[in-house]
Structure formats: C-alpha cells, structure tokens
C-alpha cells in the first residue's frame, strides 16, 4: 500500500458548495480542459465549432440538484474554485437560451446549459463520478477528454500521473505506522504533520500557517454568514434555513446547559446551509461535510476558549485522520456513502477537539474512532439530489456525535478502548463496497424514494 503523500490543502480547500464532487471537481474539469485545448494545434481548433459534456454516475443522477452544470459552466469560463466570487454559482444565468462565448484561442465557440448532458448513471468508466468532454465539429470530436471527479474536489483524468511532490519526512500508510512514528521520534501528532507537509509541499512553516489562517477564516465566515441569513434554500424542496433559530435560542439560554448544544447545532447547520446555497466554504474533508468541522471550530474558539495556535494543531490533528480514512478507504459519498463523508468529518472534528483541549494522541485516536465507529454503514440519499435533506442536519449531528465522543474518549482510561482507528476504517471501506448503488449519492434509494420533494 503507498505512503501518504496527501496535502492539507488538498483536504482543507475553499470553493463553491453544495458538493465537493459535483462542484469543485466538475468546475476545476471545466478550467483545466479549457486551458488543455487552448494548447492544442490551431488548424484544428479553426475547425471547431462546439464543445459537449456528459455527465455519468452519480454527477448525472444528482447533477442538477448539486449544482454541476453551473460548476461545469463556470470552469469553462475561466474560474477556479479557490478564487471564484463567493456567489458565482448563483450568478449564472441557466436561462437555455443564454448563450455563452468560450475562448479556445484563435476563435470564439457558442455554448449552451443544455451542452453539458446529463448522461448514464450506470456506465463502464473506471471512476463513478465521470465527466466526458468534447470538443467537435459538427457531430465528429476533435479532441476528448475523460475527468474523474473522485471526492473532495480531486479531480483526475485519464492519462493522469501523479504529479511529482517531495518525499514525507515520517513515512506511514496507517495509524500504526504513524504511531511507531510518534513514539519512536519523540514527536507530536502536529509537528510530524507539519515536518511531512514541509517536505511534500515545499511550503515554510509561516506559509503553511497562512494558508491554515485562510482555511479557519473562511470556516469562521461560512458560520457567521449562516446564523445570520433568514428564508428559504435554493431548489425545489423550498428547505427553510434552521440556523438562525437555533442560534437565537442558543443565545437566549447564554449558551449553558441545552443552549450550548443548539449553539453547535446551529454553527455546524449554518455552515451547512451556505453550502447548500452554492456559496464558498472550506472542505473538511468535503462540501457535503462541511458543516461539522467549522462548527465545532467556532464552538470551540467562542465558547471553548481555544487559541489560534490550538486551533491549527487540531486542525492538523484533524487531517491526520482524514489522510488516513482516503487513502485507506474513501471521502467520497458516491464511493462508500456518507460514512465517508460526514463519519469522516466526525472522526476529524472529534480528534481537532481533543488534540486542541491538549489531549494526546491516544486520546485524539480513540476520539476518531468511536465518532466513525458510530456513523458506519450511513447512506448518502439526498432527497432530489439536492445537498439538503438528510445533509443539513446530518452534519449537525456530525458535529454533536463528534463532542460526545470526544468526551467519552477523555472520560475513560484510554487502556479501556478496545477498537483501533485502523480498523474501523478498513470496516468503513468494506461497508462501503458492499453498499448498494442505490445508496451512493444517486438519490435513488433511501429518504430520496421515500420523501417526496415538493
Ligand atoms: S447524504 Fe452525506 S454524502 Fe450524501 S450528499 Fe448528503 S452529506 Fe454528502
């Protein structure tokens, strides 16, 4: 099995919501494939005359309701998740006779929403979440590209090689592995964190703090924004926001005793219900997740007492255990259910508590554990393919799952544990490959048949 070699920023990264496969993905496909065919020869881009996407899986089954083709869309125009305006998806004009004017270089194409198809759900690529793009003259293509979107807004595509990046100082496939680490050097969980993504990345300690700092500011702002905004979500369901109220009574009850628990089901909603408006938010690991983490990241820097510094060791801490779930088993809904999405924000949110309350790492361990132990076997069926029902509330519970396990994990003997993380999370990988199509991300099983959308 390879080493980890993952980034932080690959599993913290800014972008547009309401789903990091659907739409971080899909919108770096449509830039990349751009910016490619603006390489390619003149003669045979003077011949082209229009560009197609068809959208497989999951991408197609939920694509309207999570957002793709506008991702799509915006990425063709020329934006990238990290520096789109915050509302870009909200911007775009579906109107089907709006035509756009794409730049592939000597000319000018006119493209249409309905040129990006939604296409088979059941299909032979080797990745669910597929895009396949053309560019063509008349019905024959010219130049095609196949882009995997496999979860957290990674994108590959065929042909794709890893890209060359350092070796980690502290090499490790799994939380055994890194433990011997641990022990053996004499380190903290974050400062080997930080050592290997000095040496992956080639980034300074200073840089990779800023970055960190971006990354907390815009989790922060993604809570702020959410209790503050009245009314309804985008879409057919007509979902009203919850998070405002919740942190109205929170507030009433001096965040003590219930109120403190309305207040992290409000901050992990709020995050949650900007996501679901398109608007920008921090994966953690992914768009659909990303309302456990900065809500207990608000909670625990507003109520909590906890510093800067404190915050980005636990975030560190918290990526540990999401390197650890994607390379050995999945962050994506669409590839093991949302035990891989928010299970996994709820095993990173646990850990960041404890690691941030000054716990060690056995106790930052069993945290993890007993917050993924307790999600395994969750679906994804999102009720009209649309990052809301069961989504919103499921990552409150996320983040209320994650607080109690890391008050159970720290109450107890930590000898008393008797299950490892390693283990749970190769029983997350083999739960979800049992899983039924049906119950990842194609909204064709589940609450998505049995709640009728309005
Ligand atoms: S059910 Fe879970 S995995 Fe599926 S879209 Fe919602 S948050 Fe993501």
Redesign the pocket.
């Known amino acids: 099995m390879p080493r980890i070699t993952t980034s932080l920023f690959e599993l913290f990264k800014v972008g547009p919501g309401p789903?990091s496969s659907h739409t971080i993905g899909p919108m770096k496909a449509g830039h990349h494939f751009m910016e490619t065919v603006r390489k390619l020869d003149t003669a045979l881009l003077e011949q082209a005359d229009v560009i197609d996407i068809h959208l497989f899986g999951s991408l197609s089954a939920t694509g309207e309701g999570h957002g793709t083709r506008r991702a799509v869309i915006s990425g063709l125009l020329g934006h990238q998740p990290e520096t789109c305006p915050p509302d870009v998806l909200d911007s775009l004009d579906l109107d089907p006779t709006q035509i756009y004017q794409l730049d592939i270089g000597p000319k000018t194409i006119d493209f249409k929403a309905e040129e990006v198809v939604f296409d088979a759900v059941h299909h032979d690529f080797p990745f669910s979440n597929t895009l396949l793009f053309r560019l063509g003259k008349g019905g024959a293509p010219l130049y095609e590209q196949e882009y995997y979107s496999i979860g957290g807004g990674f994108l590959r595509w065929k042909g794709w090689k890893e890209p060359e990046v350092g070796e980690p100082r502290f090499k490790y496939k799994d939380m055994a592995e890194l433990k011997k680490h641990l022990v053996m050097h004499d380190i903290r969980l974050h400062e080997l964190i930080l050592e290997n993504e000095m040496a992956i990345t080639g980034l300074s300690e200073n840089e990779i703090n800023q970055r960190l700092d971006n990354i907390i500011m815009v989790m922060e702002r993604s809570v702020e924004k959410g209790i503050q905004t009245e009314g309804r979500l985008p879409g057919p369901i007509g979902l009203y926001r919850k998070a405002p109220t919740l942190y109205a009574k929170a507030k009433k009850a001096h965040f003590q005793g219930p109120g403190f628990l309305k207040a992290l089901n409000a901050y992990a909603m709020a995050a949650s219900e900007e996501n679901a408006s398109g608007h920008c938010i921090a994966t953690a690991p992914?768009a659909?997740?990303a309302g456990v983490i900065p809500g207990l990241l608000f909670m625990l820097k507003r109520h909590m007492g906890a510093l800067t510094d404190e915050i980005r060791q636990g975030l560190m801490a918290a990526a540990a255990i999401g390197f650890l779930a994607k390379n050995n088993a999945s962050i994506s809904?669409a590839e093991v259910?949302?035990q891989g999405?928010?299970g996994v924000a709820s095993a990173m949110g646990a850990a960041m508590i404890a690691y941030a309350r000054g716990y060690r790492f056995q106790i930052t361990e069993n945290s993890a554990e007993i917050a993924l132990e307790h999600h395994l076997g969750l679906t994804?069926?999102?009720v009209g393919g649309y990052?809301q029902i069961?989504?919103i509330e499921?990552?409150a519970m996320g983040a209320v799952k994650a607080y109690n396990a890391y008050l159970i994990a720290s109450s107890v003997e930590a000898a008393y544990h008797m299950v490892d993380l390693d283990k749970v999370i190769r029983a997350m990988a083999e739960t979800g490959r049992d899983m039924s199509q049906k119950y990842k991300?194609t909204s064709l099983g589940g609450l998505a048949v049995s709640v009728i959308e309005c």
């Open positions: 789903s992914t659909g997740a809904g259910g949302c999405e928010v994804c069926d999102p990052v069961p989504c499921r990552n991300e």
